[in-house]
């Protein structure tokens, strides 16, 4: 369970964006999540929330963008979209399909600010 | 006064501050010329007495450190300290992870001298380490033969950010009929060509091939780095 320190941190940031920016409130914060990132969307909305409480931040809402796993089968030659984590194969043609290219995120892609 | 709202991009990673830290520590390390490795498992799957074997077997040839992290105790690194290298315990308190902050503050006023291989043993846990990269070359999973051939497809995401899967506990897997065919077939489906080697901390078995492994990941980082 470390989704709390990851909401910590993401708390921090947006304070940090908050800061650079001058009197504004922040409505909202947009973040991609992908399953390979190593975070429960859950259990990150839930720490987000416990780690809003009684800050400035606390009306700030933490919207979440789920990012599919995406890889490149080598053999179709094409970005195919990966279902299961626990299969990491092309679903057309069955090759295993090392080559991740998103499922890894964890990033804010952008803010919601009233002024 | 009406108030707008209005949606502003921004790009960062959440965990930005960690990848820079373990950038840092890459270059640094990279400078150096060390070769640095880290372990994951979860609780009691033999990462201990797999990094005590392999430091023992690597101190003549090679100068070898070690930071091992656990919640409470230093009782890993008194064990790994058998080995006689430089062990340096880094308890976490209840964090569950290592982060690269750790990791740099572990190795302020104590990195040794000449080291040309530093082994990281992360706490016991197949979740959060996940998201930390602690600036390491090299990510190890290791998975003990009792703890069953399903752990990588219940734990896929530790599996997918490791570069080397270790199957440890060999000795016993007879006793517990350890079906290594499915647990390859699981670790390939979870992370496609990934290398896998048995290893048996007791008996010495496959601590041949893994050293022989390593070898060759160091020759190719020298070839690079030439």
């Known amino acids: 369970m470390h989704e709390l320190s990851i909401a910590m941190s993401l708390l921090s940031m947006i304070e940090e964006q908050v800061e650079a920016r001058g009197d504004v409130r922040v409505k909202a914060v947009h973040l991609k999540l992908g399953p390979l990132s190593g975070v429960v969307k859950k259990a990150l909305q839930s720490a987000y929330e416990m780690a809003c409480d009684g800050t400035a931040l606390q009306e700030c809402e933490l919207i979440i ?51 | 006064m009406s108030t707008t709202t209005r949606l ?83 308890v976490t308190g209840t964090v569950c992870h290592l982060e690269a902050e750790m990791i740099r503050t572990a190795l302020d006023g104590w990195m040794p001298e000449n080291l040309d291989l530093l082994f990281i043993e992360n706490v016991g846990n197949l979740v959060c380490p996940s998201s930390y990269d602690l600036g390491e070359n090299l990510r190890l999973v290791l998975m003990s033969v009792t703890e069953g051939e399903d752990k990588p497809l219940k734990y896929p995401t530790i599996f997918n950010t490791a570069d080397i899967a270790i199957i440890t506990k060999t000795d016993l897997a007879s006793a517990v009929e350890f079906d290594f065919a499915a647990a390859y077939r699981n670790i390939n489906a979870v992370r496609p060509g990934m290398k896998i080697l048995n290893v048996s901390s007791k008996t010495d078995e ?21």
């Open chain 1, 65 to 115: 963008e789920d990012v599919p796993i995406t890889a490149l089968c080598p053999k179709c030659n094409q970005l195919r979209q990966i279902d299961s984590m626990q299969e990491i194969c092309c679903p057309v043609c069955g090759t295993p399909t090392p080559e991740i290219v998103t499922g890894r995120e964890l990033e804010v892609t952008g803010l919601e600010i009233c002024s």
């Open chain 2, 8 to 90: 502003v991009e921004v790009r960062q990673k959440v965990l930005k501050q960690n990848d820079i830290v373990a950038r840092q520590l890459r270059t640094e390390f990279e400078k150096a010329e060390i070769y640095v490795i880290s372990l994951v498992s979860s609780p009691g799957s033999g990462k201990t007495a797999f990094l005590e074997r392999t430091l023992t077997l690597l101190r003549p040839h090679l100068n070898v450190a070690a930071l091992v992290g656990d919640l409470a105790t230093d009782n890993d690194a008194k064990r790994l300290a058998r080995s006689q290298v430089p062990v340096k315990q880094i």
């Open chain 2, 206 to 226: 496959g601590l041949a091939p893994w050293l022989d492994a390593l070898e060759s990941r160091l020759a190719q980082r020298a070839a690079k780095i030439v």
